[in-house]
């Protein structure tokens, strides 16, 4: 069964290497560098330059609508046949957001606290980008559910880098 796994940019190629994975999302600082793996070809790959921010602040880049909404039109491109992979530098906020993201869209049928509390069962130390599931919350439409149910999971472990984990696509 495809599945979305979440990893630190540290263990991205042994992760896609594992996973046979397909497709690959990177939320992360323009200027850290990323080298895509071979088996990754170019047009299955989102970069997404964006600083783990929840607010403005100078010198950084804080996601905004065009950012997210080139997720979401990622996720619904991918034909989920093989895993995707999200990553970010730690594998904590950005990616864990996005790996939220990927599954609200991939399964819009299933409920976001369910998803959210299979995201807190995976990594006790997600931590997801407010700021990224706001934003995807307004624009898939979901009335403040994805938000609530960050909420509900709370501030995951302290920890400077995450283990790569994985969430099934469950219907």
């Given amino acids: 069964m495809p599945a ?53 602040a100078d010198g950084l880049v804080l996601a905004d609508d065009d950012h997210v909404a080139a997720l979401i039109d990622f996720v619904e491109r991918w034909d989920q046949t093989r895993p995707l992979v999200v990553h970010c530098y730690a594998g904590i906020s950005r990616s864990t957001a996005a790996a939220f993201i990927a599954l609200c869209v991939a399964r819009p049928q299933r409920d976001e606290r369910a998803i959210a509390q299979a995201l807190r069962n995976a990594s006790p130390i997600a931590t997801p980008n407010q700021h990224l599931v706001a934003i995807a919350d307004r624009l898939l439409g979901r009335d403040g559910r994805m938000i609530a149910a960050i909420e509900a999971i709370g501030h995951g472990e302290t920890a400077t880098e995450n283990v790569p984990f994985m969430l099934e696509l469950e219907d």
Avoid: K, Y
């Fill in 4 to 56: 979305v796994h979440v990893c630190p940019l540290s263990q991205l190629a042994p992760t896609v290497a594992a996973t046979g994975a397909s497709h690959l999302v990177t939320p992360i600082n323009l200027a850290t560098p990323v080298e895509r793996p071979d088996t990754i070809p170019p047009e299955n790959h989102l970069f997404v330059g964006i600083n783990d921010i929840v607010a403005p």
